[in-house]
């Protein structure tokens, strides 16, 4: 498995500001994800953080909005950029293993903007 | 039709019974399978990896029908503990993964 941790893990915000959200994994993996969870909603993926080169974004999700970042194997941030409260989300970090494809999630970033 | 589909209940059932989720993912090249369960306001956690031969850890039971398209998860003799949203995972070759809405499951006393 892979421990990750992200910070924060919450933050109220007002709208028109950013945030960092920062995820760090204890080994070196080639696949970080970023997700956003609604409240009471199944996990929507934003990006596919790549090392090196530009993040992979999926369809409704742009570069403007949520610039991503990955220097390395073991880190990378998400910045949700010029918020408004439809923002207001759960945002989750995560890996996947190279050997068994599975998919392990950070404690998430709550977020609430106002 | 979304990707991976799920009962999303709610399941209540009195503890010790045993329930069971299915879900249907449509996209024939999905390779990859697994349950994922989410507490309250917690992050997903992995359950189980789901195989073709099917995988049993404890009370807890996966099964893959590919001619069908549809994954499995059996839990015996639940427990209160068990109480959450359960989440069906599929990953076709060379995509990304494919969460289901999930089924949220009530284990009560």
């Known amino acids: 498995s892979a421990v990750i941790s992200q910070k924060p893990s919450r933050d109220i915000c007002q709208r028109g500001t950013s945030l960092t959200i920062q995820c760090q994994v204890d080994?070196?993996?080639?696949?970080m994800f970023w997700y956003r969870q609604q409240p009471g909603q199944s996990l929507t993926l934003i990006a596919t953080?790549?090392?090196?080169?530009?993040?992979?974004?999926e369809s409704g999700f742009v570069i403007d909005k949520f610039p991503i970042s990955r220097p390395n194997l073991t880190f990378s941030t998400l910045t949700v950029s010029n918020m408004s409260p439809e923002d207001s989300s759960i945002y989750l970090c995560?890996?996947?293993?190279?050997?068994?494809?599975?998919?392990?999630f950070g404690p998430g970033t709550r977020l609430t903007v106002t | 039709r979304k990707e991976v589909e799920q009962d999303p209940g709610p399941f209540n059932v009195p503890e010790g019974a045993t329930v069971a989720f299915n879900c249907t993912y449509s996209?024939?090249?999905?390779?990859?399978f697994f349950w994922y369960r989410q507490d309250c306001r917690k992050e997903p956690k992995l359950l189980m990896s789901?195989?073709?031969s099917g995988n049993e850890d404890g009370r807890f039971t996966a099964q893959l029908n590919r001619a069908s398209q549809y994954i499995s998860l059996l839990i015996r003799d639940s427990k209160l503990s068990d109480s959450a949203t359960y989440l069906c995972?599929?990953?076709?070759?060379?995509?990304?993964?494919?969460f289901g809405p999930g089924t949220r499951l009530s284990v009560l006393p």
């Open positions: 995972v599929a990953r076709p070759y060379g995509q990304n993964f494919v």
């Open positions: 996209n024939s090249a999905s390779q990859s």
């Open positions: 953080a790549n090392q090196g080169s530009e993040a992979t974004y």
């Open positions: 995560s890996v996947e293993l190279a050997q068994t494809h599975e998919q392990y």
């Open positions: 789901v195989y073709s």
């Open positions: 080994s070196q993996v080639t696949m």
